[in-house]
């Protein structure tokens, strides 16, 4: 009997291998038509009233023998709603787009000041797409700011990832958002959320006003340059009938750099723009209501993230001293009293050494990093605390719960949470400790 069941369990595998055989050498298992798919590797969305207009950063795959593996092309396309504007990219180029291997979404200032969501839902219901996907917004058009070829990459949706990097996130430089994150703000209880804002600022300084002029129009001739070729390789695979990302100003612009090009050959290269994200947008309701800067991006990461090997710079005395904050232990405390006030209390305790100062050491005191400057400890301890309270307040006064307050409240007070939750974040108390300790 055992035997019998032996032979048929082989039989039965090879039964198995058999089909899979088939199914090998007979199916396509859906392999992507790279001439016929549109590989969507960013999105931004901008709004005219009504009408979305989405500008879709597309890869298209190019001969090995051109020294290079991909380039990349904007296609804009309209719709009443996102969907609709993705089938027009089909329809104009007989391109399918695809959105699989899209990793960031830009909103225009239009798109962030509406309902965020009247666009994003379209992704989250999207089952090819990623919910891990990089969202950020910016301070007017998002197809403006895919068609800059920043200096990192000439890719403007590559080198806004790197801004946005976890790395950045652990210096608290950026707070990056992703499509499930902020999702789960918006419909969270309440309601609110954050999302980088990404810009442009130009990587060098220019010390005259001949320089400055000279450098934007040798700026302004790449980014022709580059309109200019994307244009044309668009129209041939679309007839002409779509409508292509900067176009229109690509043969003022050529002109531009042209007049500027045979001044100096890395001219063009040193005057390409950088990216930076460190102003945080803060949503309410999946709408746009105030900005965080640059210090309070980095207090908030302080409360809220682990920090690592984080530069941070204070004044003291008799010079600047910049501390290398090795890592950050938050701890938060929420309670309510029996008169309905909550009080939240913010506890950090951060490991740091000497990372530079303004002034010459003496010899015996360069090689330690724990010989910190006295008073700098003091100072930071001090400008850390006011940063978070001013963060803690402009959320407050814009009713943005970036800190949690309703969340708290429906955790640990749950009987009382329907009749305190209105009045949460208004009358919350808030109480900041921040201590420094050495690396030594």
């Known amino acids: 009997m055992r035997e019998i069941h032996q ?33 969507v590797m960013a999105v931004g969305i901008d709004r005219e009233e009504e009408t979305f ?25 309209r719709g009443s709603t996102v969907a609709e504007a993705f089938e027009e990219i089909n329809a104009k180029t007989g391109w399918y787009p ?5 990793h960031l979404i830009v909103l225009g200032e239009k798109a962030a000041q509406e309902n965020a969501f009247d666009a994003l839902d379209f992704f989250l219901l999207d089952e090819y797409m990623s919910d891990n996907c990089l969202v950020a917004t910016c301070d007017g058009l998002a197809k403006d700011l ?25 210096v608290g430089a950026v707070l990056p958002s992703t499509l499930r994150e902020f999702a789960i703000g918006y419909y969270g209880e309440s309601k609110s959320a954050f999302l980088p804002i990404v810009k442009t600022e130009p990587q060098q300084e220019h ?36 409508e292509q990302s900067g176009s229109s100003s690509s043969g003022s612009s050529s002109g531009s750099g042209g007049s500027s090009g045979g001044s100096s050959g890395g001219g063009q290269a040193n005057d390409k723009p950088v990216f930076s994200a460190s102003e945080t ?73 000497l990372l530079d100062y303004s002034k010459a050491f003496p010899r015996e005191n360069a090689a330690d990093a724990g010989d910190v400057p006295s008073g700098a400890f003091e100072a930071a301890k001090k400008r850390l605390v006011g940063q978070i309270k001013t963060t803690f307040e402009k959320c407050r006064s814009v009713g943005c719960d970036l800190f949690g307050i309703v969340e708290q409240l429906q ?12 009045d949460a974040l208004k009358n919350v108390i808030l109480n900041v400790s921040v201590s420094f300790q050495n690396v030594r």
Do not use: W
């Not at 207009?53 to 396309?77: C, D, F, M, R, W």
């Not at 955790?411 to 209105?422: I, Q, W």
């Open 281 to 353: 947008a803060l949503f309410v309701g999946g709408k746009r209501v105030g900005k965080l800067t640059d210090e309070e991006t980095f207090a908030f990461n302080a409360v809220k993230h682990e920090l690592r090997l984080a530069a941070y710079s204070v004044e003291t005395e008799n010079a600047t001293c910049t501390l290398n904050i090795r890592r950050n232990i938050p701890k938060t405390k929420f309670k309510v009293g029996k008169d309905g006030r909550a009080t939240y209390r913010v506890n950090i305790s951060l490991v740091a050494g």
């Open 53 to 77: 207009i989405i500008t879709s950063q597309i890869a298209i795959p190019q001969a090995s023998k051109q020294g290079k593996a991909t380039e990349t092309v904007q296609l804009v396309s």
């Open 411 to 422: 955790k640990f007070e749950t009987r009382r949470y329907e009749e305190l939750k209105k």
């Open 98 to 102: 695809k959105l699989v291997f899209c």
């Open 146 to 170: 895919l068609n800059v070829a920043a200096l990192v990459d000439p890719s403007g949706s590559v080198a806004m990832q790197k801004v946005l990097s976890p790395h950045a996130e652990r």
């Open 7 to 39: 032979k048929n369990t082989i039989r039965y595998y090879l039964l198995i291998i058999l089909a899979l055989t088939f199914l090998f050498f007979t199916g396509d298992f859906g392999l992507i038509d790279v001439q016929k798919t549109a590989i």
């Open 207 to 242: 010390v005259s006003g001949s320089q400055n002029n000279g450098g934007s129009s040798g700026s302004s001739g790449e980014s022709g340059g580059s309109s200019s070729s994307s244009s044309s390789n668009s129209s041939s695979d679309s007839g002409g009938s779509s």
